[in-house]
């Protein structure tokens, strides 16, 4: 059987209709989620040691923090020193 082209044109026009603004506004917020001027914290890193604990590396003010999550207790493994420490 061969497809009508006008149906498989409208279906795909109606298509183009649904997708192109939703792939629009995904592009819009993801770019506004990359600058975020005046926001102090932020994710830096994640890694994943095992199936429930992660380390993770946050900045915040220009530091760096060292959190390990997901175990029976929450830690802080310290403040990384700055770009000039020794």
Request: hydrophobic letters at 45%; proline letters at 7%; one cysteine or more.
């Amino acid at each position: 059987m061969i497809p009508d082209t006008d149906l498989m044109l409208r279906a795909g026009g109606a298509l183009a209709v649904l997708v192109v603004p939703l792939w629009l506004a995904t592009r819009a917020l993801r770019g506004r989620r990359r600058s975020r001027p005046g926001h102090r914290l932020a994710l830096a890193e994640s890694l994943a040691l095992d199936p429930r604990r992660r380390l993770l590396l946050v900045r915040c003010d220009g530091r760096e923090l060292l959190l390990l999550t997901g175990g029976s207790q929450d830690a802080v493994i310290g403040w990384l020193p700055g770009p000039g420490a020794r």
